[in-house]
């Protein structure tokens, strides 16, 4: 791995490159990303596309309440507080490569711009990233640039919204039920309270 | 002359070939087919998002649903990567335990595959052979964890508890002779080792049953051999792992490549096929329950000689032992703050695969230092197979879609998460 590290460093630059939990995280510009992906798979060899996925910034690094409570005790409250934001941009799309000639891995790290949640695909270098694609447009909002077949494909028929975006309800938005007058599905907002029953802390 | 057309056919949800809920349009042309569009999703259950709201510990279960028919697997994956952040050390033993339930997991699914593969093509009686195993491998799930299939025994640090010292045996009741009750209770007369060690010297004599019933079988030849065939190169292109990577002849297994839990110190051999079609697939997945047959009987072994804890001592993680808490106030407050507020995982994202029975299953972990995941990305190995169905399924017959998705492997807990 020490090598491929050397490597990477000595084509990407000592500042994009992560090492840690002994794996390489290199972090590429949105404009180079067919750049640089061509080059990990024609001079990296790194052949197989493993996994691709979306992820959402938003409240990285924020809590539910503060860990170091006053001794007037602790509310229920769920308000996030005490996170800075750590990120200046909102959308990451993570490339997890592996290579099967070479044996070993490295991911490679997006970060997408909220406003304008769009990079180009990779479907055209590995194959594989069909589908992945697809999904993390239908639950991030990610659009891949020159995917033939951008569609959702987890969620229903005629789904609104982004499901794994923070900002989207644990319990949804919209339920449904089956109408007995009118003789059809019918969709109404949710009747559910959301609830969370053990807050999110951050300690050292 | 009349006009010719294509078909659009629905293929499903609602289909016993379907393996589950799969949507498949066909476009056919006469019997052959054009184009597939699988439609999943019918099953999506956003365990993604709600694992991001549940201390780490309490989405153990959710990983047993992922993956249905191979579990623990799915656990080993989720615990592993909670492990490799915290840097905890997993006692010997705890991973002697994983892995011989990861081997028996891996039979648990392979039996699962052949038995409704060959009911997907029309071998019925394979169906009943295969469950024949099953039960008793579901047993020794039950006999460990006391559920039968949502163990959730694997627990970060180790696991939930030691293998009992006792198999448990059937009861008596008015419907079961007194003879019978006792061939039935034979081999359960010792510890749940001494019955692993009986299934693990029955268990090759029930594959050469499955492999006389089929693997000369012309109609099961005829139905599987050219179907759906991968390149090595194309496999790689198309992200497949395990046996469908294996099938088309690349010898990739992490649990070789990349070896995790004790793997390095196993001896097992990886099957390859040569030209990458069902049959292929059928004869690589047949070969990898003889070889983790030889790997339980490793574990096996190796477990009578080493008693141990199977539990880290890291009371930050692993629970205090009931009787400590009644007279120990550290292990009461230890108790309480792990079953209420979990432990914070330090920050950092982690990559962490295992070689599942159906490929490359993989857990991609972000922390931003809470007690809950930021973000957990579950990476099927089913969800590139099924990807890879258009591609597989054109040019053949309709039937031989059926084919296709049995080989495949499909589950659909896993795909749609």
């Given at each position: 791995?020490?090598?491929?590290?050397?490597?990477?460093?000595?084509?990407?630059?000592?500042?994009?490159?992560?090492?840690?939990?002994?794996?390489?995280?290199?972090?590429?510009?949105?404009?180079?990303?067919?750049?640089?992906?061509?080059?990990?798979?024609?001079?990296?060899?790194?052949?197989?596309?493993?996994?691709?996925?979306?992820?959402?910034?938003?409240?990285?690094?924020?809590?539910?309440?503060?860990?170091?409570?006053?001794?007037?005790?602790?509310?229920?409250?769920?308000?996030?507080?005490?996170?800075?934001?750590?990120?200046?941009?909102?959308?990451?799309?993570?490339?997890?490569?592996?290579?099967?000639?070479?044996?070993?891995?490295?991911?490679?790290?997006?970060?997408?711009?909220?406003?304008?949640?769009?990079?180009?695909?990779?479907?055209?270098?590995?194959?594989?990233?069909?589908?992945?694609?697809?999904?993390?447009?239908?639950?991030?909002?990610?659009?891949?640039?020159?995917?033939?077949?951008?569609?959702?494909?987890?969620?229903?028929?005629?789904?609104?919204?982004?499901?794994?975006?923070?900002?989207?309800?644990?319990?949804?938005?919209?339920?449904?039920?089956?109408?007995?007058?009118?003789?059809?599905?019918?969709?109404?907002?949710?009747?559910?309270?959301?609830?969370?029953?053990?807050?999110?802390?951050?300690?050292? | 002359?009349?006009?010719?057309?294509?078909?659009?056919?629905?293929?499903?949800?609602?289909?016993?070939?379907?393996?589950?809920?799969?949507?498949?349009?066909?476009?056919?042309?006469?019997?052959?087919?054009?184009?597939?569009?699988?439609?999943?999703?019918?099953?999506?259950?956003?365990?993604?998002?709600?694992?991001?709201?549940?201390?780490?510990?309490?989405?153990?279960?959710?990983?047993?649903?992922?993956?249905?028919?191979?579990?623990?697997?799915?656990?080993?994956?989720?615990?592993?990567?909670?492990?490799?952040?915290?840097?905890?050390?997993?006692?010997?033993?705890?991973?002697?335990?994983?892995?011989?339930?990861?081997?028996?997991?891996?039979?648990?699914?392979?039996?699962?595959?052949?038995?409704?593969?060959?009911?997907?093509?029309?071998?019925?009686?394979?169906?009943?052979?295969?469950?024949?195993?099953?039960?008793?491998?579901?047993?020794?799930?039950?006999?460990?964890?006391?559920?039968?299939?949502?163990?959730?025994?694997?627990?970060?640090?180790?696991?939930?508890?030691?293998?009992?010292?006792?198999?448990?045996?059937?009861?008596?009741?008015?419907?079961?002779?007194?003879?019978?009750?006792?061939?039935?209770?034979?081999?359960?007369?010792?510890?749940?080792?001494?019955?692993?060690?009986?299934?693990?010297?029955?268990?090759?004599?029930?594959?050469k049953q499955y492999d006389d019933l089929l693997t000369d079988?012309?109609?099961?030849?005829?139905?599987?051999?050219?179907?759906?065939?991968?390149?090595?190169?194309?496999?790689?292109?198309?992200?497949?792992?395990?046996?469908?990577?294996?099938?088309?002849?690349?010898?990739?297994?992490?649990?070789?490549?990349?070896?995790?839990?004790?793997?390095?110190?196993?001896e097992f051999d990886i099957p390859v096929g040569a030209t990458?079609?069902?049959?292929?697939?059928?004869?690589?997945?047949?070969?990898?329950?003889?070889?983790?047959?030889?790997?339980?009987?490793?574990?096996?072994?190796?477990?009578?000689?080493?008693?141990?804890?199977?539990?880290?001592?890291?009371?930050?993680?692993?629970?205090?032992?009931?009787?400590?808490?009644?007279?120990?106030?550290?292990?009461?407050?230890?108790?309480?703050?792990?079953?209420?507020?979990?432990?914070?995982?330090?920050?950092?994202?982690?990559?962490?695969?295992?070689?599942?029975?159906?490929?490359?299953?993989?857990?991609?972990?972000?922390?931003?230092?809470?007690?809950?995941?930021?973000?957990?990305?579950?990476?099927?190995?089913?969800?590139?197979?099924?990807?890879?169905?258009?591609?597989?399924?054109?040019?053949?017959?309709?039937?031989?879609?059926?084919?296709?998705?049995?080989?495949?492997?499909?589950?659909?807990?896993?795909?749609?998460?």
């Open positions: 791995m020490q090598d491929l590290k050397e490597q990477l460093i000595e084509e990407f630059g000592e500042g994009n490159i992560i090492d840690a939990f002994g794996e390489l995280t290199l972090t590429v510009d949105v404009s180079d990303i067919i750049k640089s992906c061509l080059k990990l798979r024609d001079t990296f060899l790194f052949d197989t596309l493993v996994d691709l996925c979306g992820v959402d910034y938003l409240t990285y690094g924020q809590s539910d309440w503060d860990a170091n409570a006053s001794s007037s005790g602790f509310g229920r409250g769920r308000e996030a507080c005490g996170g800075e934001d750590r990120h200046e941009k909102r959308f990451a799309v993570a490339y997890h490569l592996l290579s099967v000639n070479k044996n070993y891995r490295l991911r490679v790290k997006a970060f997408v711009d909220e406003a304008q949640p769009m990079i180009e695909t990779v479907t055209g270098i590995w194959a594989a990233a069909d589908w992945y694609e697809r999904e993390a447009f239908d639950l991030f909002g990610i659009l891949f640039e020159n995917h033939t077949d951008l569609r959702r494909i987890l969620t229903d028929y005629g789904f609104v919204g982004h499901p794994l975006r923070k900002d989207f309800p644990m319990i949804g938005e919209v339920e449904m039920r089956y109408d007995e007058e009118l003789g059809r599905v019918v969709y109404e907002p949710v009747s559910i309270e959301p609830n969370v029953n053990v807050p999110k802390v951050i300690r050292e | 002359m009349a006009e010719i057309r294509n078909y659009t056919l629905n293929f499903g949800p609602q289909h016993p070939a379907a393996h589950g809920v799969l949507r498949l349009i066909l476009e056919i042309d006469g019997e052959v087919i054009e184009r597939a569009d699988p439609h999943i999703g019918l099953l999506h259950r956003g365990t993604e998002k709600l694992v991001e709201s549940k201390p780490y510990n309490q989405s153990i279960g959710y990983m047993d649903r992922l993956d249905y028919v191979s579990m623990m697997c799915n656990e080993h994956a989720y615990v592993r990567a909670i492990e490799t952040m915290l840097a905890l050390e997993v006692p010997e033993r705890a991973q002697y335990i994983r892995v011989m339930f990861d081997e028996i997991t891996r039979i648990l699914n392979h039996l699962m595959w052949l038995g409704t593969h060959g009911l997907d093509v029309g071998a019925m009686s394979i169906f009943l052979y295969a469950f024949r195993e099953r039960e008793k491998l579901i047993d020794c799930y039950e006999a460990v964890s006391g559920s039968r299939m949502h163990a959730t025994y694997y627990r970060p640090g180790g696991v939930y508890r030691d293998l009992p010292e006792k198999m448990p045996q059937y009861l008596k009741n008015d419907f079961r002779k007194p003879k019978e009750l006792e061939a039935m209770n034979k081999n359960r007369q010792g510890s749940l080792l001494d019955f692993i060690d009986d299934f693990v010297k029955e268990f090759p004599k029930n594959i079988n012309r109609i099961w030849k005829q139905r599987l051999v050219n179907i759906g065939i991968v390149s090595a190169s194309r496999a790689k292109q198309l992200g497949f792992t395990g046996p469908m990577l294996r099938g088309s002849g690349v010898a990739w297994d992490l649990r070789k490549n990349q070896p995790y839990a004790v793997y390095d110190k196993l990458g079609d069902s049959y292929d697939r059928y004869l690589v997945r047949m070969e990898e329950m003889r070889q983790s047959n030889r790997i339980i009987k490793q574990c096996v072994d190796w477990l009578r000689e080493n008693p141990g804890s199977v539990m880290s001592n890291d009371k930050k993680v692993a629970p205090p032992k009931r009787t400590e808490m009644k007279d120990d106030m550290e292990s009461l407050i230890h108790h309480f703050k792990l079953f209420t507020e979990g432990y914070c995982l330090p920050e950092g994202e982690v990559y962490c695969a295992i070689e599942h029975p159906k490929g490359e299953f993989g857990i991609y972990l972000i922390s931003d230092g809470a007690n809950k995941p930021y973000r957990v990305k579950i990476r099927a190995p089913g969800f590139v197979h099924l990807a890879a169905m258009d591609e597989m399924a054109k040019g053949h017959m309709l039937s031989d879609v059926v084919t296709i998705i049995g080989t495949q492997d499909i589950v659909f807990g896993e795909i749609d998460r």
